[in-house]
């Protein structure tokens, strides 16, 4: 028996129906898709915190989105020259750095950023930085959250 009549029962024995296998590739797709974006989809991702924290009772004081990035990985070698010349390779990765200042109680903060954990989007929350506001019940949070996309 050849090799490729080898892959072929391989196949068959592993996956069965190919409708099947071709349903369960579509839902990982789409499953990357929505962790990993083609586009950084800005506006989409600012409708979501506003949803979030609307769902949340938090008031949102601030959100300032910065430039797209390239993401650098340090096994790619780049100089330090060749990043801050805006070499336009970078990695497979783009980064949009946004600023939130958003205020509510101890309670609503907890649930918000559980919220955003618990996002399929693939995004780091950088710092966080918490105060209290001057009657006591309210606290003031600064967040740096940076959101991923391909880089197409």
């Known amino acids: 028996m050849s090799q490729i009549s080898t892959n072929i029962l391989n196949y068959k024995n592993k996956y069965g129906n190919l409708e099947e ?10 499953l990357s898709s ?4 083609e586009n950084i989809n800005q506006g989409e991702f600012i409708n979501f915190l506003q949803r979030t924290a609307l769902e949340n009772n938090i008031k949102i004081i601030s959100l300032t989105p910065s430039t797209i ?16 010349e805006g070499d336009k390779q970078g990695g497979t990765l783009i980064k ?22 618990k996002s399929e989007r693939l995004m780091n929350v ?3 930085s918490i105060t209290s506001k ?3 019940d309210r606290l003031n949070c600064d967040l740096k959250i940076i959101i991923f996309a391909m880089k197409i």
């Open 21 to 30: 296998y071709m349903e369960k590739l579509e839902e990982r797709f789409q």
């Open 34 to 37: 929505r962790i990993l974006p």
């Open 69 to 84: 990035q390239p993401v650098y990985d340090d096994s790619e070698k780049k100089s330090e020259a060749a990043k801050s």
């Open 96 to 117: 949009l750095p946004i600023d939130l200042k958003i205020e509510g109680t101890y309670l609503s903060m907890i649930k918000f950023l559980e919220s955003l954990e």
């Open 126 to 128: 950088e710092e966080v």
């Open 134 to 136: 001057d009657d006591g």
